[in-house]
Structures are given as structure tokens and as C-alpha cells.
């Protein structure tokens, strides 16, 4: 393996069949642990709401959590879903962040809304609040920069902190707004396959320079099954498609995703299910270091990322921090 690309991890802090928040937050710790050892850039967490398997709602306070039980790898948001928030607010939480722990914190930002409509309702958030985006990007930034857009308001914490934003995206819109802001961007490659390239391309051929960021930077996502053998990536990987079906389609069913055993996932799998998992699940490095390795690399010339965001899927805490430390070692 030849990768020239930094790494860093995104973790979906999940939470397990039969698992407790507490529980999904002590993984996330041992897995940042983990990263910081073995020279991992960073670990980002996502905002996402009213879903039972995934813990990083309240993701500033799940960024200070871990910061306090780490001490040198960067941390922070992949992404905050901005139109759920004012950008005072923002400001206000990463700048508290950026102070406990500075010269560490990163602020991605995202425009979905990450839930569903009667979320949208419970957060209090006005469906068109995306709309408003770019310019709540700019307002963000400038109370981050000391230069508050609101005339007599400052962020306190955050006035002059500096913290850098990058754009995430799916699409073409965060490609171009990232390129015409001159901020880094990330592409959920992860779990959303289809505009990779153009929006990479996008991105590039729309990039300005900023105060910020001097020349484009890609940071690519993709999922990762490490193990020891093939046979133990491919249970894990199939564990993950069985999660991602189940979380797919257990609304419609009327259930909870917990209460779909893995009899029933593969019943979903198999009667039409596995070809909408499987194309979300398109970028996917699974097997041994070498086999990885292999496939990363290839995902690197393909996307020509500066950096790749990997999703360590496996289900479980310990197979998950073995992931890690097996891609670090195909290094």
C-alpha cells in the first residue's frame, strides 16, 4: 500500500442491539484513544436526530467529551446540520470547544437537515431554513473571524478563534459553495456514491483562494472492514448490511431497527432491500490490511482526495479498534 492521502475517521457513534448511550459513548472514546496513538488525523461526528442507532446528536458535547480523554488529535463536526441552528449558536459551542482544546477542533457544516419532517417540527427549525445556507456559512465564519455580521453581537466564546470550517456534501451545491467560499470539502462518499466525481471536479474548477485555504482540499469518505481474515471482514461487512437495512426500512415495517433480527435483515436483504443497501454501501474497503490497502488506493486515484474520512463499520467495539489499527498498519 502506497497511500499518500491523510486519514482520519468518522465515527457514527452507534449504538448496538441491546446497547446504551453511556455505552456508545466509551467506545467512542477508546476509538479516538485508539486514532490518537496510531497518528490518525482526526475523528468528526455527525448530527443526526430521532435515529436509535446513533448516539451523536448533541454532537459539540460529544466532541467535549472526548477531547477531555485525548490530547493531540483533532476532533469535530462531520457534520453540524446548520439549518437546525442559528449560527450565533454554533459560533458560541465551537468557540467553548476551540478554547478547552486549542488548535484541535475542526467545524464541518452540513445543509440537510439530518431527520425527517416531524423532527424538523420537534427542533423547532422551519423547513426552508436550507435555504438560507450560504449566508448563515458567511455569518458563522464571520463571528468566528471577530468580524460579526450582526451589528454589536459577538460570539463569546468564538470571536477571533479562528476555528476552520469545512463544507460536507452529497451533491453538486456543497461542491460549488465550498469551492466559491475557498473552504476545504468533504464528500459523503460513504453512504451517498453517486456525484463523487462531479462534485469533486466541481469543487475544484469553482475554487477561489481564501484567508483560510490557499489551494483546494478533498477529503474523500468510504467505508472501511478491516480484520485479521477475509471470512471475518465479510461476517462484519454482512452485519453492516444488515444494520443498514434495518434502519432502512423498520418504519415501514412499523418496528424499531432493534427488533429486527438478523433471520429478518436478510429477509429484507433478499427480497429487494440489498440493492438499495448495497449501492449506499458502493465505496467499501473490506477484507485484510493488503486486500484494503489495495482498495484505498485505487479509491485514491480515482478521487485524487488530499485526505480519506474512513467509516469503521464493524458492529462491535473491539472489531471496530481493530479496523483502525489494521488500516494504520497497511500504512
Given at each position: 500500500?502506497?497511500?499518500r492521502?491523510r486519514l482520519?475517521i468518522?465515527?457514527l457513534a452507534?449504538i448496538?442491539?441491546g446497547?446504551?448511550?453511556?455505552?456508545s459513548?466509551?467506545?467512542s472514546?477508546?476509538?479516538?484513544?485508539?486514532?490518537?496513538e496510531?497518528?490518525?488525523?482526526?475523528?468528526?461526528?455527525a448530527e443526526h436526530?430521532?435515529?436509535?442507532?446513533?448516539?451523536?446528536?448533541a454532537?459539540?458535547?460529544?466532541i467535549?467529551?472526548?477531547g477531555a480523554?485525548?490530547s493531540?488529535?483533532?476532533?469535530?463536526?462531520?457534520?453540524?446540520m446548520?439549518p437546525n441552528?442559528?449560527?450565533?449558536?454554533?459560533?458560541?459551542q465551537?468557540g467553548?470547544?476551540e478554547?478547552?482544546?486549542?488548535?484541535r477542533i475542526d467545524?464541518g457544516?452540513?445543509?440537510a437537515?439530518?431527520s425527517?419532517q416531524?423532527?424538523?417540527y420537534?427542533?423547532r427549525?422551519d423547513p426552508?431554513?436550507?435555504?438560507?445556507?450560504?449566508?448563515?456559512?458567511?455569518?458563522?465564519?464571520?463571528?468566528?473571524a471577530?468580524?460579526?455580521?450582526v451589528?454589536?453581537v459577538?460570539a463569546?466564546?468564538?470571536?477571533?478563534?479562528?476555528?476552520p470550517?469545512?463544507i460536507?456534501?452529497s451533491?453538486?451545491f456543497?461542491?460549488?459553495?465550498a469551492?466559491?467560499?475557498g473552504?476545504?470539502?468533504?464528500?459523503?462518499a460513504?453512504?451517498?456514491?453517486?456525484?463523487?466525481?462531479a462534485?469533486?471536479?466541481?469543487?475544484?474548477?469553482?475554487?477561489?483562494p481564501?484567508?483560510q485555504?490557499?489551494?483546494?482540499?478533498?477529503?474523500?469518505?468510504?467505508n472501511?472492514?478491516a480484520?485479521?481474515?477475509?471470512e471475518a471482514a465479510?461476517a462484519q461487512?454482512?452485519?453492516?448490511?444488515?444494520?443498514?437495512a434495518a434502519?432502512?426500512?423498520?418504519?415501514r415495517?412499523?418496528?424499531s431497527?432493534?427488533?429486527?433480527?438478523?433471520?429478518?435483515?436478510d429477509?429484507?436483504?433478499?427480497s429487494?432491500?440489498a440493492g438499495?443497501?448495497?449501492h449506499?454501501?458502493?465505496?467499501s474497503?473490506?477484507g485484510?490490511p493488503?486486500?484494503?490497502?489495495?482498495?484505498?488506493?485505487g479509491?485514491?486515484?480515482?478521487t485524487?482526495?488530499d485526505?480519506?474520512i474512513?467509516v469503521h463499520?464493524?458492529p462491535?467495539?473491539?472489531?471496530r479498534?481493530r479496523?483502525v489499527t489494521?488500516?494504520?498498519?497497511?500504512?
Amino acid at each position: 500500500m502506497n497511500m499518500r492521502a491523510r486519514l482520519s475517521i468518522l465515527d457514527l457513534a452507534p449504538i448496538a442491539r441491546g446497547q446504551t448511550p453511556s455505552e456508545s459513548f466509551a467506545a467512542s472514546v477508546a476509538l479516538a484513544q485508539r486514532a490518537e496513538e496510531l497518528g490518525y488525523l482526526r475523528v468528526w461526528y455527525a448530527e443526526h436526530h430521532n435515529m436509535p442507532s446513533i448516539a451523536s446528536s448533541a454532537t459539540s458535547v460529544l466532541i467535549a467529551h472526548i477531547g477531555a480523554q485525548t490530547s493531540s488529535i483533532r476532533l469535530g463536526s462531520g457534520g453540524v446540520m446548520l439549518p437546525n441552528h442559528s449560527p450565533l449558536t454554533i459560533a458560541e459551542q465551537f468557540g467553548t470547544l476551540e478554547a478547552m482544546y486549542p488548535g484541535r477542533i475542526d467545524l464541518g457544516l452540513g445543509r440537510a437537515p439530518g431527520s425527517d419532517q416531524k423532527t424538523t417540527y420537534a427542533l423547532r427549525r422551519d423547513p426552508r431554513a436550507a435555504e438560507a445556507f450560504p449566508r448563515d456559512v458567511l455569518e458563522l465564519q464571520a463571528y468566528l473571524a471577530g468580524n460579526s455580521r450582526v451589528p454589536g453581537v459577538d460570539a463569546v466564546p468564538g470571536k477571533g478563534s479562528m476555528v476552520p470550517l469545512y463544507i460536507l456534501g452529497s451533491s453538486l451545491f456543497g461542491a460549488q459553495l465550498a469551492g466559491a467560499y475557498g473552504l476545504p470539502y468533504a464528500f459523503a462518499a460513504h453512504f451517498a456514491p453517486d456525484e463523487l466525481d462531479a462534485a469533486i471536479a466541481a469543487y475544484r474548477s469553482e475554487f477561489k483562494p481564501s484567508a483560510q485555504l490557499a489551494e483546494p482540499y478533498v477529503i474523500a469518505g468510504v467505508n472501511v472492514s478491516a480484520a485479521d481474515s477475509a471470512e471475518a471482514a465479510a461476517a462484519q461487512f454482512q452485519q453492516v448490511r444488515r444494520a443498514r437495512a434495518a434502519s432502512l426500512f423498520a418504519r415501514r415495517l412499523g418496528v424499531s431497527p432493534a427488533e429486527i433480527t438478523d433471520e429478518a435483515a436478510d429477509e429484507l436483504l433478499a427480497s429487494g432491500a440489498a440493492g438499495h443497501v448495497d449501492h449506499m454501501l458502493t465505496y467499501s474497503a473490506v477484507g485484510t490490511p493488503r486486500e484494503v490497502g489495495d482498495y484505498l488506493d485505487g479509491f485514491l486515484r480515482k478521487t485524487g482526495a488530499d485526505e480519506l474520512i474512513v467509516v469503521h463499520q464493524a458492529p462491535g467495539i473491539e472489531d471496530r479498534l481493530r479496523s483502525v489499527t489494521l488500516l494504520a498498519e497497511a500504512m
